[in-house]
């Protein structure tokens, strides 16, 4: 804006000075700003590439890390269509007029994920699969009024932690069921409370496939079935279990890692508790003239309508995660099949090839993609050790209670010399 | 005039019907029997899905090709150097369980990122893990009972003005308070009796936006304040205004206790068509034990993360918060550094000149010195019969976004106008042209608005058929 405009502007305002748009300002809240000076675009490049340049990114090294975060291919056209400004700086769209490319986008990645789960109904999106597990909890609790939820001990414990923050305060107590010998969830030692709300995660946080959820589903009055989506390939979906609500981390469907975010929360349920579900719905409809047209619906559910008795507070969620989601399971369809085959192989081959360096899986349950191996060495100097060989060789299970193991995922980014390479350097360390 | 950018209208075809129907079954010596399934879903070739997302992108309204002017939803534009720095695969392909000695740059940033914000709300301590603006005021109220519990109190009340927005009391109640309303006073701001009546020693705290949602500066808020730390209550403070105040005062300087910041709003992260975004949360001292684990600690020139906090009240978000929003605020910040007191002052600007010309067209309820926004009311249309929304949906035409509309709930067909400091005087003045030429046309005109994009969307019939998925919808 030029000093001749700023100049006729103040003029219509009828003030002299920008500093007199301020004057409604008490002298006793002002308060200055100690910033750096601003920098220049060349000058922030490089500043930002110097701290990029700090990190060592998973795609420079051989990884081997998962635990509910995993690197898969992604195709490059996904990247490129969210890259798309329209999408990219366009809002919520409030207005469907003016928002169609997104409400059919938004759409289809509920049309498509509820295939893929098999559920009747999904949301627009959440932030992530811990804050869906802890959206669904509250959500069960609504319809079916239990004031506790049985959830594995198989759990990852950040994703317990948030569920906590989640049910304390709507006063729901998070009892956990323990595992047995196959790292399932052990069915002849469950809480009482399970006949109430039961979550079950398959496969779990140790890789474990759970096969006896029909026992689960006669048993809970509430059925919430947690799922890796790329495993839905292959699996069956929690919608053919009988769930009512299903939950995902949706990050594996074309979404980078990103350090941890943004991530994509997936939330399923049956269509006779829609009314009870948070966040935003998009559904078909016809516009003025009887053509197809889509909006934003039941918006009587949230906050911007009723403010308190809203089902959550959610405002901002992960739109354009959702629209990545989307892309990817376009352009891969029923090739997902193949990529999720692909996954159980290289598990498979990596778990023999640990085997015979002296990592041997933990349990003996059927595992998707992930699994869990005793350490015979200090995992610390274990890893420093692999990440001289440019490998990230897993994660420690010390903080969830399984001190001296360690879990390791694969996907189909991996070759059969990677795992070969990942297994020599372990015999090399190990030995 | 009605002959501006619009977006694209096409009858584009869902992937449902574009790529045909296929079902695979699974490898049967992979997975045992009873537990595959069939897979059914669509069969596209790349080059479809491209073609689609595309035209779909293309049908679509956005600040890159014109003027968002949603009030309170802070629409500016994202300098495209905040893109390419998240795209860079020393942010993007990280993986969050990485050893700290890899992320080293990560850690630094965030931490980075954690004292700007603290510098900008006046706050003692940052975390960056809430993932969006309600995520934050949910976190907020957990940090606020944490501290009441520490102390053995059990106040079980926060006061929400009724000029505030929804996520406010959706989050208090969310939290587990009773929510209780405080009413406006005849300026707009906080009925300072009402107040005084509605606080007491069940009070945990009060959610405030200032300025607040009509776009005025709560003059008393160090009267707010007292009267609520008086009452042993915390103030909490709702950033999705911050864009006006920069670097003339901060909430912290207010008297309040807990912020939370819209890095989509005020620090230029991409709405993304509704997120991702990031609401971090800064508090003052005596808050700052309760704050999500892990922090980001430095000692000498190494970060590392940690999770030894006995009062934290645990985690919100899976791991550090939406990392890759999170870089491109940063990008943001130290681009504009001490400038962010002229993004301010351009965005206060903008928004007085552009309520300077409207309010001689439409009646603007509550005094004339205005911050950020403004909220015009349609009332007077209503004699010819049009309502707030008929004009909103008619700007579409003149190649405008529609303004907030029926919000704040204190003024009758409200249309809620932010500008943003973006934008400059010459889309403004077209703009308010366009306001000034649709007060005055044909009634039968604005009832069937829009003309030129696509016709109004039966939403009454959306939530009766309930077509949530192309499956339902198929089966009706």
């Not at chain 1, 009587?300 to 901002?316: G, L």
């Not at chain 2, 096409?10 to 079902?23: H, K, L, P, R």
Request: aromatic share 6%; charged share 20%; with cysteine.
């Amino acid at each position: 804006m030029t000093d001749k405009e700023i100049t006729e502007m103040l003029g219509a305002v009828g003030i002299p000075d920008i500093g007199s748009l301020f004057r409604d300002i008490p002298a006793d809240v002002r308060a200055g700003l100690d910033l750096p000076p601003p920098m220049a675009e060349i000058d922030l490049m490089r500043h930002i590439s110097g701290l990029a340049s700090l990190n060592v990114p998973a795609g420079q090294t051989l990884s081997f890390l998962g635990g509910g975060i995993y690197r898969h291919h992604i195709p490059p056209a996904v990247l490129d269509i969210v890259s798309r400004a329209e999408f990219l700086t366009a809002y919520t769209p409030y207005q469907p007029e003016m928002s169609q490319g997104m409400l059919v986008a938004i759409f289809e990645f509920q049309s498509l994920l509820a295939r893929l789960l098999g559920m009747e109904v999904v949301n627009a999106s959440m932030y992530d699969g811990a804050t869906a597990l802890g959206e669904a909890v509250r959500m069960a609790a609504r319809v079916s009024k239990h004031d506790a939820v049985v959830v594995p001990r198989a759990m990852a414990p950040w994703k317990l932690s948030v569920l906590r923050s989640y049910a304390d305060t709507a006063g729901i107590r998070v009892v956990q069921a323990g595992y047995d010998g196959t790292g399932a969830l052990d069915l002849d030692r469950l809480p009482s409370e399970a006949s109430g709300i039961l979550y079950v995660e398959s496969p779990n946080y140790l890789g474990v496939v759970e096969q006896r959820i029909p026992e689960l589903r006669e048993m809970a009055d509430l059925l919430i079935v947690g799922v890796n989506p790329i495993s839905m390939g292959v699996l069956k979906p929690p919608g053919e279990h009988g769930a009512d609500i299903a939950v995902a981390e949706g990050q594996p469907l074309g979404i980078p890692p990103g350090f941890g975010g943004p991530l994509l929360g997936v939330m399923a349920a049956r269509k006779e508790h829609v009314r009870q579900m948070p966040g935003r719905l998009i559904a078909m409809t016809t516009d003025a003239k009887g053509d197809r047209a889509f909006t934003m619906t039941l918006q009587t559910r949230e906050q911007h309508i009723r403010r308190q008795k809203a089902t959550s507070n959610i405002c901002t969620n992960h739109g354009l995660c959702a629209v990545m989601a989307a892309t990817y399971l376009s352009i891969v369809g029923p090739r997902l099949k193949d990529v999720a085959e692909k996954c159980m192989e290289n598990r498979m081959a990596l778990e023999r090839g640990l085997a015979s360096a002296g990592l041997e899986p933990r349990f003996n349950g059927l595992h998707f993609n992930e699994f869990a191996v005793r350490l015979p060495v200090d995992f610390g100097g274990f890893r420093d050790e692999m990440l001289l060989r440019g490998i990230l060789p897993g994660i420690d299970l010390a903080g969830f209670g399984l001190p001296g193991h360690m879990l390791v995922a694969t996907t189909e980014v991996h070759t059969t010399e990677d795992i070969e390479r990942y297994v020599s350097a372990v015999r090399e360390v190990v030995a | 005039m009605t002959d501006g950018y619009r977006m694209a209208r096409y009858s584009e075809e869902t992937v449902f019907e574009i790529g045909a129907d296929t079902t695979v079954i699974p490898a049967s010596d992979l997975v045992p029997k009873g537990l595959g399934r069939e897979l059914r879903l669509p069969d596209l070739t790349e080059a479809e899905v491209v073609r689609h997302f595309v035209r779909l992108s293309q049908m679509n309204y956005c600040v890159d090709t014109g003027f968002y002017p949603l009030g309170s939803c802070t629409m500016k534009y994202t300098p495209r150097a905040l893109e390419a720095s998240a795209a860079l695969p020393g942010f993007a392909d990280l993986h969050p369980e990485q050893p700290q000695s890899t992320v080293q740059g990560a850690l630094a940033l965030m931490w980075e990122l954690e004292r700007m914000l603290a510098e900008i709300g006046g706050m003692r301590a940052v975390t960056l893990q809430p993932a969006a603006g309600s995520h934050g005021e949910y976190t907020g109220m957990l940090l606020v009972r944490a501290y009441h519990a520490s102390r053995g109190d059990g106040r079980d009340q926060v006061l929400v003005p009724d000029t505030a927005h929804g996520t406010n009391p959706a989050t208090a109640a969310m939290a587990g308070y009773e929510v209780v309303e405080v009413p406006s006073n005849d300026a707009g701001r906080v009925d300072l009796e009402a107040l005084g009546s509605a606080v007491s020693d069940r009070t945990a705290a009060i959610m405030l936006t200032n300025p607040n949602t009509l776009g005025i500066f709560e003059e008393d808020v160090r009267t707010i304040a007292k009267t609520v730390h008086s009452a042993g209550g915390l103030l909490y403070y709702d950033g999705a205004n911050l864009n006006a105040i920069m670097g003339y005062t901060k909430p912290g300087a207010m008297g309040f206790d807990v912020v939370h910041f819209n890095l989509h709003k005020t620090f230029a992260t991409p709405h993304g068509g509704g997120g991702p975004g990031a609401g971090p949360v800064g508090v003052v001292e005596r808050l700052e034990p309760f704050l999500p684990v892990p922090r980001i600690a430095r000692e000498g020139g190494r970060f590392s993360l940690d999770s030894e906090r006995p009062q934290t009240i645990g985690k919100v978000q899976s791991f550090y918060g939406n990392f890759l929003v999170l870089v491109r605020a940063y990008a943001y910040i130290r681009m504009q550094g001490a400038g962010l007191k002229g993004v301010s002052e351009r965005a206060v600007l903008n928004a007085n000149y552009l309520a300077a010309r409207l309010s001689r067209v439409l009646p603007m309820p509550f005094g004339p010195l205005r911050k950020h926004e403004f909220v015009l009311s349609g009332e007077p249309l209503k004699e010819k019969g049009v309502r707030a929304l008929d004009v909103a949906k008619r700007l579409g035409d003149y190649g405008f976004h529609a303004p907030t509309t029926y919000f704040p709930l204190l003024v009758p067909e409200a249309l809620m106008i932010e500008p943003t400091e973006t934008e400059d005087k010459a889309t403004l003045d077209a703009f308010a042209e366009a306001i000034e030429t649709i007060v005055n046309e044909d009634p039968e005109l604005l009832h069937g608005a829009p003309h030129n994009v696509a016709p109004r969307v039966d939403e009454v019939k959306a939530a009766k058929m309930m077509a949530l998925t192309w499956d339902l919808a198929m089966a009706e």
